[in-house]
């Protein structure tokens, strides 16, 4: 079992950064990929970033390549998002998620546990 809760959200401008962290309960976080993906108004939720378990390995959504950075520290069971030059579009709710099954991460049904989100809104 593995508990998650997301923090850093909030209200910035276009062009700024934010970083959102989810920390994770239970001794066995290194064994488990983690993702982020993010819920907007009237929009079904959608896959962010995700970092696999020892960490070798990250994967982006197209539209954040470059201004998104996803990194974990299994010793402080943490998965960070660094959000920079952040646009109107990025507005949403962001989930962390983390599941222990390999295969494409960029898929929800591979996550087996979420928290409960934190709200970005991005001004224009």
């Known amino acids: 079992q593995v508990h998650l809760v997301e923090s850093g959200g909030g209200l910035v401008q276009a062009g700024g950064s934010l970083r959102l962290s989810c920390a994770a309960s239970?001794?066995?976080?290194?064994?488990?990929?983690m993702g982020w993906f993010r819920q907007a108004p009237g929009k079904e939720r959608e896959f962010v970033a995700a970092?696999?378990?020892?960490?070798?390995?990250?994967y982006y959504k197209d539209s954040v390549k470059g201004r998104f950075t996803i990194s974990r520290d299994n010793a402080k069971n943490t998965v960070s998002l660094q959000m920079d030059s952040l646009k109107p579009e990025d507005t949403a709710v962001y989930y962390c998620?983390?599941?222990?099954?390999?295969?494409?991460?960029?898929?929800?049904?591979?996550?087996?546990?979420w928290g409960q989100g934190t709200q970005v809104t991005v001004s224009s």
């Open positions: 970092i696999n378990w020892n960490p070798s390995f990250t």
């Open positions: 239970g001794r066995t976080f290194s064994s488990y990929n």
């Open positions: 998620a983390a599941g222990i099954r390999n295969g494409r991460l960029g898929k929800d049904e591979l996550y087996d546990y």
